[in-house]
């Protein structure tokens, strides 16, 4: 395939890439090398059904009791049988997650926000955020179901509490890596301190946000988990706990295969997400 | 005419008796030392000195950047005051944001001076052309060459429309040959706007080739060593450069130079 037939004139909009003063095109990859670009993807999907495959052979062939480790086939047919009670309790914890997460991300956006434009907030506010994150889930769990009860407030809590740090110190190690020279010259344009923060330091820390979101996704799914499994009336945590309690091992794997799930979809989310918020980031990457 | 191609109304610089000193730790380093310096309206005027001397530390206080400890800075005869911003500034780097288009960075400072973005954005428009980006505008900025940027840089200082503009050695970072062609570009847009021009450089060839005065800075803390008027004719071209008198001037700026940097070391 020719070098010219992977190049299309490019439209008014979108990104031009060019050097020199020559005509703006886009780069179309060919089908080899999308092949090439899945290729990359396949190792991580090959490795997990590996796993699973030697797995089924193993539990078969040593004839292990259910009970104890029951076969990936058997987790997944009892998942189907059960899946009206599993969707119950899926949803139940992604209404969590979702509702944590968001209101997570806003809490994150305040304060970092605040404590990036008052010096005394953040010299004040930091050493206590540090050491609410020393605070151990296990311990505050327990005691959010008692001064909360049952319902969604504790776990949105529980989330909130241990997914906002790793974004507020992603956002502020964002906000101070502005340049020195762009701040300057943005005042010399005129620039009020709030102009300023939002023409070049938020934009700047965006990178570094969603690097914090990432991180947090993973302890969001966690922190759900943990707070329905010390207490509440529907979510994958106390079915975990539940389908433990009467040896049913298959549907214990089953929650434990949907969490998987829904931390992959919560990352491929964020990264869609990212792509679609700083699509310069990332046509950047490419070139360089 | 259009408002984009209007030459602008120039100012001259006048600082007097202009001292700087920084606080470093418990030590008080003196960077400007009773700074004697003008720029008439319209002219182009360069600053040299060894590096680290004080120069962009001067730039600073023209812009309103920072105060000085003593002395007056004044600009079309009025004093300078916090929060003025009298001055079109341009750095080394390009600065130009990585998540705006080429004319979204252009249009920032109307922006930020309250312009609509559609006003903003028409105004840019017609600037695109004179400074070779036409086809550009919707383009992100890492897509550029260097030289196209630091154009693009240039094109965000011209637009801002400031009786005065400050480039700190806005070139640098160029290779020779794209150097050269935005010298001789720098010169078509000074010629067609009429700005007053401060302009830092280490560069004594770029110096002569542009400038109507040259102002030589001394080992820190800067004084001014002297004071040159290129009586090169205008309108210049690269050829100037083999000129009898271009060589004169080059080695008188290049004798008094070695001699600062010689004193930089010396007290380093």
């Known amino acids: 395939m020719s070098v010219i037939s992977n190049i299309r004139a490019r439209s008014a909009s979108?990104?031009?890439?060019?050097?020199?003063?020559?005509?703006?095109?886009?780069?179309?990859?060919?089908?080899?090398?999308?092949?090439?670009?899945?290729?990359?993807?396949?190792?991580?999907?090959?490795?997990?059904?590996?796993?699973?495959?030697?797995?089924?052979?193993?539990?078969?062939?040593?004839?292990?009791?259910?009970?104890?480790?029951?076969?990936?086939?058997?987790?997944?047919?009892?998942?189907?049988?059960?899946?009206?009670?599993?969707?119950?309790?899926?949803?139940?914890?992604?209404?969590?997650?979702?509702?944590?997460?968001?209101?997570?991300?806003?809490?994150?956006?305040?304060?970092?926000?605040?404590?990036?434009?008052?010096r005394w907030v953040r010299n004040a506010l930091y050493p206590t955020l540090i050491a609410s994150q020393t605070i151990p889930v296990i311990a505050i769990a327990p005691l959010m179901i008692i001064w909360f009860g049952f319902g969604l407030l504790p776990k949105v809590l529980l989330?909130?509490?241990?997914?906002?740090?790793?974004?507020?110190?992603?956002?502020?190690?964002?906000?101070?890596?502005?340049?020195?020279?762009?701040?300057?010259?943005?005042?010399?344009?005129?620039?009020?301190?709030?102009?300023?923060?939002?023409?070049?330091?938020?934009p700047g820390a965006l990178p570094n946000f969603f690097t914090g979101l990432r991180i947090s996704a993973t302890y969001a799914v966690l922190a759900a988990i943990f707070a329905e499994y010390v207490?509440?009336?529907?979510?994958?945590?106390?079915?975990?706990?539940?389908?433990?309690?009467?040896?049913?091992?298959?549907?214990?794997?089953?929650?434990?295969?949907?969490?998987?799930?829904?931390?992959?979809?919560?990352?491929?989310?964020?990264?869609?997400?990212?792509?679609?918020?700083?699509?310069?980031?990332?046509?950047?990457?490419?070139?360089? | 005419m259009e408002a984009a191609t209007t030459r602008a109304v120039s100012a001259g610089v006048e600082l007097h008796g202009?001292?700087?000193?920084?606080?470093?730790?418990?030590?008080?380093?003196?960077?400007?030392?009773?700074?004697?310096?003008?720029?008439?309206?319209?002219?182009?005027?360069?600053?040299i000195g060894p590096s680290g001397c004080g120069k962009s530390t001067l730039f600073k206080l023209v812009a309103g950047l920072e105060r000085a400890d003593t002395g007056t800075t004044e600009i079309a005869g009025k004093a300078v005051e916090p929060g003025d911003h009298p001055v079109a500034y341009m750095p080394q780097k390009d600065l130009l944001l990585p998540w705006r288009s080429v004319i979204r960075n252009v249009t920032m400072p109307l922006e930020i001076g309250g312009l609509g973005k559609s006003e903003a954005i028409e105004r840019a428009r017609k600037l695109f052309p004179i400074f070779g980006l036409e086809g550009f505008e919707d383009a992100y900025p890492f897509?550029?060459?260097?030289?196209?940027?630091?154009?693009?840089?240039?094109?965000?200082?011209?637009i801002q429309e400031r009786p005065?503009?400050?480039?700190?050695?806005?070139?640098?970072?160029?290779?020779?040959?794209?150097?050269?062609?935005?010298?001789?570009?720098?010169?078509?847009v000074w010629d067609r706007f009429g700005h007053t021009i401060v302009f830092i450089t280490h560069d004594i060839r770029e110096a002569i080739y542009l400038s109507d005065t040259i102002y030589v800075m001394t080992a820190r803390p800067a004084r001014v060593r002297m004071k040159i008027s290129v009586d090169l004719p205008r309108p210049r071209n690269i050829d100037v450069i083999t000129a009898p008198r271009f060589t004169e001037l080059e080695a008188e700026l290049l004798h008094a130079l070695r001699e600062e940097n010689r004193q930089q070391e010396a007290t380093i």
């Open chain 1, 14 to 118: 979108g990104v031009a890439t060019a050097d020199g003063a020559a005509a703006e095109v886009e780069w179309v990859p060919s089908w080899s090398e999308r092949r090439r670009e899945a290729m990359v993807y396949l190792p991580g999907l090959l490795l997990p059904i590996a796993i699973l495959v030697v797995w089924q052979l193993y539990v078969s062939a040593a004839n292990v009791s259910p009970t104890v480790l029951p076969t990936p086939i058997r987790i997944v047919t009892q998942l189907y049988e059960q899946r009206e009670i599993a969707w119950i309790n899926t949803a139940q914890t992604l209404e969590e997650m979702a509702v944590g997460f968001v209101l997570s991300v806003i809490v994150a956006l305040l304060i970092a926000f605040v404590m990036d434009n008052l």
């Open chain 1, 159 to 202: 989330i909130v509490l241990v997914t906002f740090f790793p974004i507020v110190v992603a956002l502020l190690d964002g906000f101070a890596a502005t340049e020195r020279e762009a701040m300057d010259l943005l005042r010399t344009m005129g620039s009020s301190r709030l102009q300023t923060f939002r023409l070049v330091r938020f």
């Open chain 1, 231 to 288: 207490g509440a009336y529907h979510g994958l945590g106390i079915w975990m706990s539940q389908s433990k309690s009467s040896f049913r091992t298959d549907l214990v794997f089953g929650a434990i295969g949907i969490c998987a799930l829904i931390s992959i979809a919560l990352f491929a989310l964020i990264a869609i997400a990212s792509r679609f918020v700083m699509p310069w980031h990332y046509a950047a990457r490419r070139k360089g």
């Open chain 2, 18 to 47: 202009v001292s700087k000193t920084f606080r470093d730790g418990r030590r008080a380093v003196q960077v400007l030392k009773d700074i004697q310096f003008t720029a008439e309206p319209g002219e182009f005027v360069s600053v």
């Open chain 2, 143 to 158: 897509t550029l060459s260097g030289g196209m940027r630091q154009r693009a840089a240039l094109m965000r200082t011209v």
């Open chain 2, 164 to 188: 005065l503009m400050l480039l700190d050695e806005p070139f640098g970072a160029l290779d020779s040959l794209t150097r050269t062609e935005m010298q001789e570009f720098l010169l078509d």
